[in-house]
């Protein structure tokens, strides 16, 4: 089973839509769960971490994890063309551990 | 804004050569990181590096695989003799002490093409 998956997409929703990226994981181990957003041939660019289960919001994003399903959301409101990347879920032991990353899944938001 | 800064953004090398890969991580930053992403796959850790010395590695950091801080702001991965699966972009992240150490800042990568 692998460690962190999500679905590679491409997602293709319009501007203004509410986006919703999904990523599961087997490692119950796991304390610390981040989203990356990642461009074309560019690094990964930390959008949201959160620790534990709950939510968190920051402007048009909403991170959520759900650790008794081992689930991880983000959640994008208003999407905009600029959203168009690649989405990472990561996922770490303890901080400054390795990250465990899932092989993202691919967003387009057309205008 | 600070950053991580890498260089070359792209190296091209012949099989069995060395390569030096560079970062300069975020000034105030205690924790370095290597990671790698060959085309098309995911994310994969390959070093960790605090106060030093290499604090966790991963099986594909073998012995062909160094890292260094030779001075008090760079951060470099050496790779001794180059193998055709080694091409990939390589990136270098960095992270603070304390509380902000899980929150790992990327550079945009040095894009490795082993001929």
């Known amino acids: 089973q692998k460690e962190v998956e999500q679905d590679p997409g491409p997602l293709s929703v319009p501007e203004g839509a509410i986006v919703s990226l999904n990523c599961t994981y087997s490692n119950s181990a796991f304390q610390y769960f981040m989203w990356y957003r990642q461009y074309s041939r560019k690094g990964p660019e930390l959008l949201m971490y959160t620790y534990s289960s709950g939510n968190k919001e920051d402007g048009r994003f909403t991170a959520q994890v759900d650790k008794s399903s081992k689930y991880i959301s983000l959640f994008i409101r208003d999407s905009q063309p600029s959203d168009s990347a690649t989405y990472l879920c990561a996922q770490t032991f303890n901080a400054g551990n390795m990250l465990t990353f899932g092989g993202g899944t691919r967003l387009m938001v057309k205008p | ?115």
């Open chain 2, 1 to 115: 804004e600070p950053e991580v800064t890498q260089t070359p953004s792209h190296q091209v090398t012949q099989m069995g050569q060395e390569v030096i890969l560079r970062c300069v991580p975020i000034s105030n930053h205690l924790y370095f990181y290597w990671y790698r992403q060959i085309l098309g796959q995911k994310v994969e850790f390959l070093v960790s590096f605090y106060n030093n010395e290499i604090s966790e590695k991963s099986e594909i950091f073998d012995d062909q695989f160094s890292v260094e801080r030779p001075d008090g702001s760079n951060f470099t991965l050496k790779i001794r003799s180059t193998k055709l699966e080694d091409s990939a972009m390589y990136f270098c992240a960095s992270s603070g002490a304390g509380s902000t150490n899980e929150k790992l800042f990327f550079g945009s990568g040095t894009q490795l093409s082993v001929l």
